[in-house]
């Protein structure tokens, strides 16, 4: 029982954790409910198959494959920059996915040739934690209009939410210094959260599909 929870837990954390990040670029970028529900699921889709790469053939161990914090930081960037760049969020869309795929190439081309290896001794760990400093700087708006129900439909900070939120918070505070629970304490937090949410009609319902795959 203690094997399934802590499984369960790291699970849904993996999935949250994968969530935040499709969701807050469509955010920025201004998509609409069905672009940002098509968007969530490319990125899951993308995810679960480089999972199962590296379960099958990579280093076969329980290790998060989410979206690089990089690969966040640059679309959170580029979401204000790139319209005074390029003159809208769709063509700055067109021009980051060109630079990811054209990186990704010149990524497998140094891989190739070892060179990634002496790339490594320059990001040391002050450097990470410089950039994961400013990257939790720049991304903790979104955080803060979600805890505050901001978002398109609402200019003003909904009280409802932002009580739930406050709750949801302490309790996981809570939870953690309990002894025997306290390690499940994301779990119970999730878990919680989604019941407090639907009991008060702020989760949105499930919206059926017909499709099993549908391509971009």
């Known amino acids: 029982m203690k094997t399934f929870l802590s499984a369960l837990q790291w699970a849904l954390f993996i999935l949250a954790g994968s969530l935040i990040v499709p969701i ?30 590296q379960a099958i ?10 979206p690089a914090g990089l690969w966040w930081g640059i679309f959170s960037l580029y979401a204000s920059l790139g319209v005074v760049l390029f003159g ?13 795929l054209l990186s990704g190439i010149i990524c497998i081309i140094l891989s190739v040739f070892g060179l990634i290896d002496k790339l490594v001794r320059y ?3 002050t450097v990470i934690g410089t950039y994961l400093f400013l990257l939790v ?18 200019t003003e900070v909904q009280p409802n939410v932002f009580i739930l939120s406050l709750i949801v918070i302490l309790l996981s505070f809570f939870i953690m210094k309990l002894p025997i629970i306290g ?32 391509f971009p």
């Not at 920025?28 to 480089?50: D, H, K, M, P, W």
């Not at 053939?57 to 989410?66: A, R, S, T, V």
């Not at 720049?138 to 901001?150: A, D, E």
């Open 24 to 53: 807050s670029v469509a955010t920025s970028y201004g998509l609409n409910g069905a672009e940002a529900i098509a968007f969530v699921q490319r990125t899951l889709f993308v995810l679960g198959f480089a999972g199962l790469l």
């Open 57 to 66: 053939f990579g280093h076969k161990l329980p290790i998060q494959e989410g």
């Open 88 to 100: 809208s969020s769709n063509e700055t869309l067109k021009v980051l996915q060109y630079a990811f």
């Open 123 to 125: 990001f040391t760990p």
């Open 137 to 154: 700087a720049q991304l903790s708006g979104s955080f803060l209009k979600g805890m505050f129900g901001l978002d398109g439909k609402h």
């Open 183 to 214: 390690q499940y304490s994301v779990l119970f937090s999730i878990v919680c959260g989604w019941i407090l949410f639907a009991c008060f009609g702020l989760s949105n319902p499930i919206t059926p599909v017909t499709d099993i795959i549908r």
